[in-house]
């Protein structure tokens, strides 16, 4: 039996401290955080990781994107492969504190457990490499599309694309990870057997059902579209009303049909235009384009298929209707999927030895464990989110949630190092 | 008969030479200017204006708001008061050239011609001052209100209000002109007894109905409304739809509204939101708000006191279907009103002297004019827009237009400062 339970109370303690210091870089009047990816502020709670990692035995490495990599050797006699863990610094603009942070330094800190553990003879390791990783730029708030550096670590995205990226002021991903001093060329010396991620849930369903930690089986699907109108600018006073082409009237009709297509579904569609970028965007002018980030959400691909049907139609009666042409600018779809089956029950069996009421569960949100699973098996862990908040200064974990999800995590984190070896295959059996 | 009509041929070079200099300044792609009030660029237009000015015997003058003045002494034994001239420097994002320029410019050139038949005993000036006038931030582009400089002039807004205006980045109005050089302390040293503006139309009536020059007699009155919707930032992917509030959403219901509005009035209401801000504008982030510049303009204050109770109503509806608040920030009423009939009935003279096909008409536009009109009479002209079209790099004013504006322009100054004393009440009288 490899998992204890019990954290040592020191680990738990840095976990706290950790979180106050990370919470502290890029914080906000309101309690949350603006650690735009590739800023001044992602820089620096960069820097601090690559700070504790050196201090703590882990070798430093950063990727042609900038991804953050902290590498334990565990074994270097008989073991082989790699188990990777981690999330992403970057946040939303005064977004919240847990979001991704919690998971990379949970990952740091059941590193430091584990470390003990095997140092103790606890723990025997079958993989030599224990990786804690910071993805970059997963939010896909200063640039899109989100998830990009776990894309490009998992081969669904070049690297030219993602470097190419731009920011709302024309600055590209390359020149601002440049700025910050996070361009490398180095990745880890073995690929990850499997990806493991805490996260806090994003949603109120652990809180609702009161469950301590949900194992993530599968993922709603997402299609975005970068949809621009192009009108005519001209003066909002003497121009004849039927002579306008007003692209933020086009734009205006195409937020609320999204929003009321989603709100007849029952909750089987999420719909919404986050941003929007208007030029010129003054007041005596009408708006001469309008540039809208729409996404369409669903576990139920039949459900986002008649939904983009009815997104693409509706472009055409808004156009006809305002005068405006429409563009779709760029689009991603990322299809529903389910994680890897045999990761999801070495979870289950960890988490439930701990005694910890647990439950599997779909995520609406987009992670780096997603972007992963693409080409690696990855296990995706929750904890609960106070009132579902999050992308928000209030979201909150309760202290006791964020220990038992350290504790999950380190668990989980044993039984993949004890139980599976280079070949990324779980050994079945387990004590649950 | 104090008006030739004859524009020598070395001022109408001048005319042309000048609008190709001050076309450079801000010059975009398009064919437009970016000249935004208080900017880099606007001070440059300032810099050469003053230089213009000092070159030809002019004394210049800058007020506690930036407005630049070019003060003529036309004689200095027997007259008495001044006669003003001018428009404004600054432009839309992307604007037109002539829009607010051409006035400025042909203001100078008028000055040259005038100067130059006062020393040929060609006019015997009953004025002592000719002032020409580049008022401040006419546009309301960068800093809103609209027409800063001239309702500080004429008195309806104080200084410290208006310096006080802040730019989308935060920049004080006060900053940003100390920064270009514009923060001064004079006055010219007589109050107009006239203030006279030539402009481009802004509209299509006298291209449609083959007129060379209008006499604006009425204006539109204008209602604006900075409007906020204020809603709860949270994740757009899990966040069940029933729970969110999206200021977004809000915002596109108000934008819709008030087009659909105007759109039915056939002709008696113009609605437009030009402008608007969304927070944080992410776009994984539900938008917590969306600020929007609202404005209605109608000939009828009956109309407007409609479309204002209707848009108030809407706010109420709106809020109780999206969950959000509102929030009316700040607004603006300028009243329908007419100019002074004495100054229309002195132009139309002027100009039906020399030929000219003019008319009389209103303006949907806002103009430093009419901020003047407040306090001191006020005289309008327009020439002709292609097609209507304007506050766009499109926006184009013919050569022979231009030129017969300059025409017309210089008569009428002419008649002012030949008929009218220090009392500012034209003589009655005249050739037409």
Redesign the interface.
Known sequence: MPDSGAMPADVLSELHGLLARFSAIGATAEGGVTRLAASAEDGEARDLLCRWLREHGFTVMIDEVGNVFGCLDLDDTAASGAVYCGSHLDS????GRFDGTYGVLAACCAALAIKRDIENGKLAPQVRYLVVVAWTNE???RF?P?LIGSSVFSGALRAEDALSARDGDGVTLAAALEAIGYLGRERPPAEPNFYVELHV???AVLEQTDHQVGIVTHC?G?R?FRTRFIG?????????????C?A??A??????GV?ER??A?E?RL???????????????????SATL?V?L?SGDEAELDGAETAFRQSLERICAATGCRVEIESGSVRAAQSFDADGAALARRAIESLDLRTMTMA????HDALALQERFPAILLFVPSVD??????QELTKDEDLETGLTALTAVLSRLLSETRGNGSPESGGSA
């Open positions: 939303q603009p005064n977004g939010e896909g708030a899109q989100s849930e994003q949603g709603w997402a975005k005519k600018p001209d003066h909002t006073g003497p121009t004849p009303m039927e002579k306008r007003d933020l009237r734009a205006s009709l195409l937020i609320s929003s989603a709100l579904s909750g999420h719909g919404s235009v986050g941003r929007v970028v208007v030029e010129p965007n003054s007041p005596n002018v009408v708006p001469q980030w996404e959400r995520t609406i949100a987009g579902g908040t999050s992308h928000a200064p």
